[in-house]
């Protein structure tokens, strides 16, 4: 049974910043590609990161370039994203994703697995 469970959410001031875990079990971590995604209110979720299998191949989303960095531990199973430069509208729910691929996406319906998400609430 694929399990990923996210960690590492909370409430921070604007230019402040986060480290956000994802920790996979119940299948070969190391083949997999990761990412992460996010849903603020009444709003559709939204791709923020990818990385492929190797870490060698990342993507981001365009409101999060440059402030965000997806990273990946295959030895402990962890996939980390580091949010920087946090603004108010990052305020949301913060899903972890795993494809059966080893290759980047970017549709929510391209990844197979999800975490139960974190919450990231950013005051101005």
């Known amino acids: 049974q694929v399990q990923l469970v996210e960690s590492g959410g909370g409430l921070v001031q604007a230019g402040g910043s986060l480290r956000l875990s994802c920790a996979a079990s119940?299948?070969?971590?190391?083949?997999?590609?990761m990412g992460w995604f996010r849903q603020a209110p009444d709003k559709e979720r939204e791709f923020v990161a990818a990385?492929?299998?190797?870490?060698?191949?990342?993507n981001y989303g365009d409101s999060v370039k440059g402030r965000f960095t997806i990273s990946r531990d295959n030895d402990k199973n962890t996939v980390y994203l580091q949010i920087n430069s946090l603004k108010p509208e990052d305020t949301a729910v913060y899903y972890c994703?795993?494809?059966?691929?080893?290759?980047?996406?970017?549709?929510?319906?391209?990844?197979?697995?999800w975490g139960q998400g974190t919450q990231v609430t950013v005051s101005s």
């Open positions: 990385i492929s299998w190797t870490g060698r191949s990342t």
């Open positions: 119940g299948r070969t971590f190391s083949t997999d590609a």
């Open positions: 994703a795993r494809r059966n691929y080893g290759t980047t996406a970017s549709r929510p319906d391209e990844y197979a697995y």
